[in-house]
C-alpha cells in the first residue's frame, strides 16, 4: 500500500522553539536525563553542596540546589538560550573539554518541554534573582542563597506524546537515583541530599573514595574489593575492583568514569571484562568504580549529546593499559597478597570474615607473634583412625599435587609462619580441608582450589610454550564420528599445543597417545572429546586465542580432585602450600571463593566464651 503523498512546501528556517523541542529528543530522554545535565552544571559552577529534590519520579518536579558561583544577572537570558556557553569559545577548547557540560543545549532543551525556574545569586550580589523559562521573560529579585536553584516542573506537558512514553513513577524514579549515585561517586568531595515526594531517601557527606563507594554499592563490595591505581606515560587509572566472589547477575554495579565524566564505552567494559576472564567463567558481572584520567586532547566527548559515549584517539592503548592494570589488580588474589582472607563468611553463621586489622602470618611477622604461631602446631590433631602431627616438612608432601613438570618435592623443611593458610588437620566430609593458622580455622573446598592450581599451571605452561606431555603406556582407542575424525586431521597444530596428540586410526576411530602431564590423573577420554568438541566448534586459532581460558578451564575441572576423595594430611598441606603459590587463589575458575577463615574470636563468640 504506497502512503499518501504529501504536499511539497517551501524549505523555511524553523522557530527556535521547535528546534529546542528537537534538541529535546536527544539531550531529555527521560527524567534521569535532566537529573544529569544539571548535576553537572552544578559541579562545573564549582558546588561543594548540592540538593536533590523529586517529585512523581522527577515527572512531575526536579528541583536542584546548590552553593556554587552562580550566574550574573546580565547573563541570566543567555543561560536559557541555545548554543551559548561559558565553558568553551573555540575549537580548541572542544577539542580540549575538561568540564562536563559544553554544548549550551541543556537548559534550553529542557525548558523547551518544561516548566523551569532559575533563581541564582553570585557571592557579590545583594539578593538572588530569578527568570523563567518562558520566551521573553525578565529576571526579578528574589530571596536566595549564594548558589543556584533550577526547578523543572511538569516534564512533557506540552508535549503529551513524550510523556506517553515515560514508565511508572517509581521506574523513573529508580533512574534518578541512579544518576545522583553516579556522579556521586565520582565527586566524593561533594556533598550530596536526595529526597522524593518529601522523604529524605539518602545523604552523602564529604568524604573519601573508599568511604562513598562502600555506602553506595553496599558493604558486600566494600568487604571484596581490591584498590587499584596505575599510571602509565599520560593514562592513570585508580579506583577499586571487586573480588570475583562480588560478581553480580546483572552488570548494574559497574562505575567507569573517564575524566570525571560517567561513560558507558564498549572498549573500557570489554577491557575489564577481558581482565576478569581467568575468574569469572559464565554469566556473572564483575563490580567495579574505575576512573580513568588522560589528557583531554587524547579522547572525544563530543560523540553524543548526551555525552555518556567517548572515543579514544588511540584506543588500543587505552584497552592495553585498562586490561593489564585490571589484570595485575585481580591476580593478586592469592592467600599471601593482602594478609587478609578474600571470602566472607556468610552473616547468617554469626561469624565474620578476617579483616585488615587481623593479619595473617606472613614472614615479616614480630618474634612474639611467631612464637605464639610456631607453638600452636605443636600438638598432634586428633583423628578417628589415626593420629598425625600437623607440623610437617614439606619433605612429607606428596608428588600428588607437585607440578608434573618438577615433580621432585622441596626437601629442607620451612618455618611455620610462612605458610599463611596454616597446617591441614582433617578432611570434612570428602569436601572440605580443615586447617589452622594464627588467625583460626581455615575452610577449603579442595576440589575448586585445586581446579584453580591446575588452570594456573596449564595457562603458565601454554603462554611458555612448555606444555609437557605424558604419553600413555596404552594409548585410548575411542569411536568418533566423521567430523571428530575431520577435527583431529585439520587441527594437529593446535590439538599438539595444547598437549594432545591424536591419531586417526580409521574412519571411525580415534587414538589418544599422549596428554597434557599436568591432567595425566584424567579421565583421558573424555578429555581429548571435551577439546575436539571446542576446537570442531570455534576453530583450532580462535581456541587458542578467545577460548582458551573457558578450555583450559574446562580441562582442570577434570583433573582436580574429587569430592569423596580421602587426602593424606601431607596432600592437604601441599594443597595449601600450592594455594599460597597460585595467583587467584583466592577463587576457582567460576568466581567461587576456594576458602574462608574463621578467626579464634568469632568462634569465641559462637560458643559464647568469656560471657
Known amino acids: 500500500m504506497n502512503p499518501t503523498p504529501r504536499p511539497i512546501r517551501a524549505i523555511q528556517a524553523l522557530p527556535d522553539q521547535l528546534i529546542s523541542q528537537i534538541a529535546a529528543g536527544e539531550v531529555v530522554e527521560r527524567p534521569s536525563a535532566v537529573v544529569k545535565e544539571l548535576l553537572e552544571n552544578a559541579l562545573d559552577a564549582g558546588a561543594t553542596q548540592i540538593t536533590v529534590r523529586l517529585e512523581q519520579g522527577g515527572v512531575k518536579r526536579i528541583a536542584i540546589t546548590d552553593n556554587g558561583r552562580g550566574i550574573p544577572v546580565e547573563q541570566m537570558p543567555l543561560a536559557l538560550a541555545r548554543h551559548a556557553t561559558s565553558k568553551i569559545a573555540s575549537l580548541t577548547d572542544l577539542e580540549n573539554v575538561a568540564s562536563l557540560g559544553f554544548r549550551g543545549e541543556a537548559l534550553a532543551s529542557i525548558a523547551s518541554v518544561a516548566q523551569l525556574t532559575l533563581t541564582t545569586r553570585t557571592a557579590d550580589a545583594a539578593h538572588a534573582w530569578e527568570l523563567s523559562g518562558t520566551p521573553g521573560a ?23 506524546a513524550r510523556r506517553k512514553f515515560l514508565k511508572t513513577e517509581q521506574t523513573e524514579y529508580g533512574h534518578c537515583a541512579e544518576v545522583v549515585r553516579r556522579i556521586a561517586l565520582s565527586r566524593p568531595d561533594v ?6 515526594n518529601g522523604k529524605t531517601i539518602d545523604h552523602w557527606n564529604v568524604s573519601e573514595v573508599a568511604k562513598r563507594s562502600a555506602h553506595i554499592l553496599g558493604d558486600e563490595f566494600a568487604g571484596a574489593r581490591l584498590p587499584l591505581d596505575e599510571s ?44 576478569y576472564q581467568d575468574v569469572l567463567h559464565g554469566d556473572r558481572y564483575p563490580s567495579y568504580v574505575l576512573a580513568l584520567d588522560l589528557d583531554p586532547a587524547l579522547v572525544d566527548v563530543n560523540v553524543h549529546p548526551s555525552k555518556i559515549e567517548v572515543r579514544f584517539r588511540d584506543s588500543r592503548a587505552v584497552h592495553q593499559f585498562v586490561f593489564h592494570a585490571v589484570s595485575r589488580a585481580v591476580a593478586q588474589t ?52 589415626r593420629p598425625v602431627g600437623v607440623a610437617q616438612s614439606t619433605a612429607q608432601y606428596g608428588a600428588f599435587f607437585a607440578n608434573a613438570a ?43 582450589a585445586h581446579e584453580r592450581i591446575l588452570y594456573e599451571q596449564l595457562k603458565d605452561a601454554l603462554d611458555e610454550n612448555a606444555m609437557y606431555v605424558q ?79 573457558e578450555l583450559l578451564g574446562t580441562l582442570a575441572c577434570h583433573t582436580a580432585v574429587r569430592a569423596n576423595r580421602t587426602l593424606t594430611v601431607p596432600e592437604m598441606n601441599a594443597l595449601l602450600r600450592q594455594m599460597e603459590a597460585t595467583e587467584r587463589a583466592d577463587q576457582c575458575n567460576h568466581g567461587r571463593p576456594t576458602w574462608v577463615q574463621l578467626a579464634l574470636n568469632d568462634l569465641d563468640k559462637l560458643f559464647l566464651r568469656g560471657q
Open 138 to 160: 525578565t529576571a526579578t529579585p528574589s530571596s536566595g542563597a549564594p548558589g543556584t536553584t533550577i526547578d523543572v516542573q511538569d516534564l512533557y506537558f506540552n508535549t503529551p
Open 191 to 196: 556533598a550530596f541530599s536526595l529526597t522524593h
Open 232 to 275: 602509565a606515560g599520560p593514562l592513570r587509572l585508580h579506583g577499586f575492583v571487586g573480588l570475583p566472589t562480588a560478581s553480580k547477575a546483572r552488570a548494574d554495579a559497574q562505575y567507569f568514569y573517564v575524566n570525571g565524566r560517567f561513560v558507558r564505552d564498549k572498549l573500557l567494559t570489554h577491557a575489564v571484562r577481558a581482565a
Open 334 to 385: 592469592s592467600a599471601t597478597a593482602f594478609g587478609t582472607t578474600p571470602a566472607p563468611v556468610p552473616a547468617q553463621s554469626g561469624m565474620q570474615a578476617t579483616t585488615a586489622s587481623t593479619p595473617m602470618p606472613t614472614p615479616w611477622m614480630r618474634d612474639a607473634q611467631q612464637s605464639t604461631f610456631n607453638a600452636q602446631f605443636n600438638a598432634p590433631a586428633f583423628h578417628p583412625s
Open 406 to 448: 618438577d615433580p621432585a618435592p622441596v626437601a629442607a623443611p620451612l618455618p611455620a609462619h610462612d605458610f599463611p593458610l596454616g597446617f591441614a588437620l582433617a578432611q570434612l566430609h570428602g569436601v572440605f580441608v580443615l586447617a589452622q593458622n594464627a588467625s583460626g580455622l581455615v575452610l577449603v573446598d579442595m576440589h575448586a
Open 471 to 549: 604419553p600413555l603406556l596404552i594409548p585410548v582407542t575411542f569411536y568418533a564420528d566423521a567430523v571428530e575424525v575431520g577435527t583431529v586431521e585439520e587441527n594437529q597444530e593446535t590439538l599438539s599445543a595444547l598437549g594432545f596428540d591424536i591419531a586417526v586410526m580409521s574412519p571411525t576411530t580415534l587414538a589418544l597417545r599422549a596428554i597434557p602431564a599436568l591432567l595425566k590423573n584424567a579421565d583421558a577420554q573424555s578429555l581429548a572429546r571435551d577439546v575436539l568438541r571446542d576446537v570442531r566448534e570455534f576453530g583450532g586459532s580462535r581456541v587458542l586465542l578467545e577460548r582458551r581460558n
